[in-house]
């Protein structure tokens, strides 16, 4: 059964804090995703990486960086955690095979105090 | 620049009818699209997908109509089942280029008893 797991389901951190959300995949895919949902934004696509040590910004990149040192990890740093950075965070990871999709974990739901 | 769009932020049918989600993208380099369901608190669960060189998909209830010439998707659910009330998100790669995934704002699907 392919996997994406996410380390925490729920974090509270306060304003100002740095913070790491820490997705794991178990299926040997190139591609790892991070996204933030927000009601009536939709998934709005924060970084992507296509292979280790690779990056791309997506559509909302301030305030965020990445880190993937190994294939099946991929992480999401908030430098200096606000208030608008509350919200739920999905990690997703696909492989470049024709109709492979992407697999999400279950969500962090961070909320910066 | 939204590039994936879902204009319907919601939608409600009664049990056993149709239901039809609809989307609209502007990027003519996508050729591979997807929709995905979610519920409150989890990850979204791959739906169903069309490559761009098919016009229609089905897959049980599910089947995703490509209009490539007007740049829109739909999902077709039928008949629907109260089980189906979840928000659904519809999303487009260029397989091309890098694989990435982008989302539009979703739609949340009641379906009625």
């Known amino acids: 059964d392919v996997k994406v797991t996410q380390s925490s389901r729920y974090l509270v951190k306060r304003t100002g804090e740095k913070v790491f959300l820490e997705c794991v995949q178990d299926?040997?895919?190139?591609?790892m995703f991070w996204y933030r949902q927000d009601p009536g934004l939709g998934l709005r696509l924060i970084y992507f990486?296509?292979?280790?040590?690779?990056?791309e910004k997506g559509d909302i990149p301030e305030g965020y960086s990445v880190s993937r040192e190994k294939k099946e990890r991929f992480s999401l740093i908030l430098e200096s955690a606000s208030t608008n950075q509350t919200s739920m965070y999905l990690c997703?990871?696909?492989?470049?095979?024709?109709?492979?999709?992407?697999?999400f974990g279950q969500g962090t739901r961070l909320t910066v105090v | 620049d939204q590039q994936v769009k879902q204009n319907s932020p919601s939608l409600s049918v009664q049990e056993g009818r149709i239901s039809i989600l609809n989307c609209d993208y502007t990027?003519?380099?996508?050729?591979?699209f997807l929709w995905y369901k979610k519920y409150p608190a989890e990850g979204p669960t791959f739906l169903i997908s069309?490559?761009?060189?098919?016009d229609k998909n089905e897959d049980g209830r599910f089947t995703v109509f490509l209009n490539k010439s007007a740049k829109h998707l739909s999902l077709h659910i039928v008949p629907s089942q109260p089980g189906d009330s979840a928000v659904y998100f519809c999303?487009?790669?260029?397989?091309?280029?890098?694989?990435?995934?982008?989302f539009g704002q979703g739609t949340t699907l009641q379906v009625k008893p």
């Open positions: 069309i490559s761009s060189i098919k």
């Open positions: 990486s296509y292979d280790v040590k690779m990056k």
């Open positions: 990027n003519s380099m996508f050729d591979y």
């Open positions: 997703a990871s696909s492989s470049w095979t024709e109709g492979t999709e992407a697999f």
């Open positions: 999303a487009a790669s260029a397989r091309s280029n890098t694989g990435k995934l982008i």
């Open positions: 299926m040997d895919h190139e591609n």
